[in-house]
């Protein structure tokens, strides 16, 4: 299977904006044989733009009508992140549209991270896998992917590979050189990072998204500017896959 990711500066809440890259980089990443392509978080309004439960929008609405014709025009599924209303709250959220344009999945970002986002979103609470080719796939978001206890639970139920949009930012480079291979690794699962590049209000982000395989290795990384990945998943080697989980002893 082949993955591949969009790294871009963010639509800064122009959402026509926001549908046409992911139109493009939709229709390139078909073109080159990718099974589904990897948007960053909240990539719909932006990560860091203001008065966002304003922006927020429902899984049935115009722009995510869209998106889900482009993943059906291409034949490639979609995984976009945004922004979401639901009736009672706002959740950073990321969809799934598959390759016929049917919704998949649609996760809600478990991990918060830091006082802005607890102050905008409701926390989500549950896992979202599907069936993605011959994978099993779950969608992760930013934060969420830090933590090893989510990536054993998806891998303990058979997941094996992880869709992860994100808006990582300065300081945080060991995330994208060091925390997302090992996860990889020591959970024997493929993870795609979409991650933002440039600048967006005061962040800066650190660009370096990335398709790492089930065994650690990094088969296709961005730099710090807007960049279309796609890499091709090798076949998993029992050899060299961790044991880490079934090997696990519980101390008491």
């Known amino acids: 299977m082949k993955l591949a990711l969009w790294q871009g500066t963010s639509p800064a809440s122009n959402l026509d904006s926001a549908c046409a890259q992911a139109e493009t980089a939709l229709a ?7 099974a589904a392509l990897v948007l960053p978080e909240i990539w719909l309004q932006g990560y860091n733009q203001p008065d966002i439960p304003a922006r927020a929008v429902a899984l049935d609405s115009p722009p995510m009508h869209r998106l889900a014709a482009a993943a059906k025009r291409s034949g ?23 390759p016929d344009g049917a919704l998949l999945a649609n996760y809600r970002k478990v991990q918060l991270y830091g006082m802005r986002e607890r102050s ?36 303990d139920s058979g997941v094996t590979v992880i869709l992860c949009p994100t808006a990582n930012m300065q300081p945080f480079t060991h995330v994208i050189r060091h925390t997302v291979p090992a996860m990889a690794a020591n959970h024997a699962v493929s ?49 060299h896959l961790s044991t880490q989980s079934a090997d696990l002893r519980v101390l008491k």
């Open 76 to 98: 490639c599924a979609l995984v976009v992140g945004y922004a979401e209303r639901d009736a009672t709250s706002v959740h950073n959220s990321a969809a799934c549209f598959g």
């Open 120 to 155: 905008l979103y409701t926390p989500g609470d549950a896992y979202a896998t599907f069936r993605l080719g011959d994978e099993t796939a779950a969608i992760l978001i930013c934060y969420d992917i830090e933590f090893a206890p989510h990536i054993k639970a998806l891998s």
């Open 28 to 34: 390139a990443a078909a073109a080159m044989g990718a």
């Open 191 to 239: 993870i795609a990072y979409a991650n933002y590049c440039g600048q967006e209000g005061d962040l800066t982000y650190v660009g370096g998204s990335l398709i790492a395989g089930p065994h650690g290795e990094v088969l296709a990384q961005a730099g710090q500017m807007p960049a279309l990945l796609v890499a091709e998943l090798p076949p998993p080697d029992p050899v």
